[in-house]
């Protein structure tokens, strides 16, 4: 029987986001000091020069104005070499039109990618799968995504994810499924009789029970 593999270590929803430093395409990061103020969307690919890759980091490119709209910084990362990433990049320019400004991250020694749990024995030794961290402007893991290698990303969803995140800490609400910005938002639960009582008397939010209730912000 062979042995079991150690469990990858990664972070956690909730967990302060490892720090590090290491080279990018935009020169040396620092991550407790990048984009200071803002959301980190931390994303890794497998690999420079793959189909689906390029089509994942074409389409971060062409929305990251929506990221920044939102105070939100991009932020790539492949077991690739400096010089393959600047390649890289020059060669969908040229081919597409469209370019990489958002840092991506050479990880050679797979250093970083150890750190966040983006290497999965059971897909790859040597290439990290599609993993997304959402770490919000106090360095606090908020929601991380993984994706199988041959599986391209969802950005729609990336998007509404990030909105979800953020408004939800600024009005202290949940939000249900499928949730859309303008959308109703789910109340918080009563906690106190007091709270049941006037919660059922409410008129002026949607009830399915006094533990579910919608409303419009």
């Known amino acids: 029987m062979e042995p079991l593999q150690p469990l990858v270590s990664m972070p956690s929803i909730g967990?302060?986001?490892?720090?590090?430093?290491?080279?990018?395409?935009?020169?040396?990061?620092?991550f407790a000091d990048f984009a200071p103020g803002k959301w980190v969307v931390f994303f890794s690919h497998p690999a420079d020069f793959t189909p689906v890759c390029t089509t994942e980091m074409s389409g971060f490119a062409q929305r990251q104005a929506e990221f920044e709209a939102l105070n939100t910084?991009?932020?790539?990362?492949?077991?690739?070499?400096?010089?393959?990433?600047i390649a890289w990049v020059?060669?969908?320019?040229?081919?597409?039109?469209?370019?990489?400004?958002?840092?991506?991250?050479?990880?050679?020694?797979m250093k970083v990618s150890r750190l966040y749990g983006m290497l999965q024995p059971g897909a790859s030794e040597t290439a990290a799968v599609r993993a997304v961290f959402f770490i919000d402007p106090g360095h606090t893991v908020r929601l991380i995504m993984y994706y199988p290698m041959s599986v391209?990303?969802?950005?729609?969803?990336?998007?509404?994810?990030?909105?979800?995140?953020?408004?939800?800490?600024?009005?202290?609400?949940?939000?249900?499924?499928?949730?859309?910005?303008?959308?109703k938002v789910i109340l918080p639960a009563p906690k106190t009789l007091a709270q049941?009582?006037?919660?059922?008397?409410?008129?002026?939010?949607?009830?399915?029970?006094?533990?579910?209730?919608?409303?419009?912000l």
């Open 196 to 216: 049941l009582d006037a919660r059922l008397a409410d008129d002026s939010v949607e009830k399915m029970d006094f533990y579910l209730a919608k409303t419009q």
């Open 73 to 85: 910084a991009l932020l790539g990362l492949s077991i690739d070499s400096i010089h393959s990433h």
């Open 15 to 30: 967990s302060p986001a490892p720090d590090f430093t290491a080279q990018s395409t935009t020169g040396p990061i620092t």
């Open 152 to 183: 391209g990303r969802n950005m729609d969803e990336m998007l509404r994810c990030l909105q979800a995140l953020q408004f939800g800490d600024q009005h202290k609400v949940s939000l249900p499924l499928d949730w859309q910005p303008g959308e």
């Open 90 to 109: 020059n060669n969908v320019r040229e081919k597409s039109g469209v370019y990489f400004r958002f840092p991506i991250i050479a990880d050679l020694d």
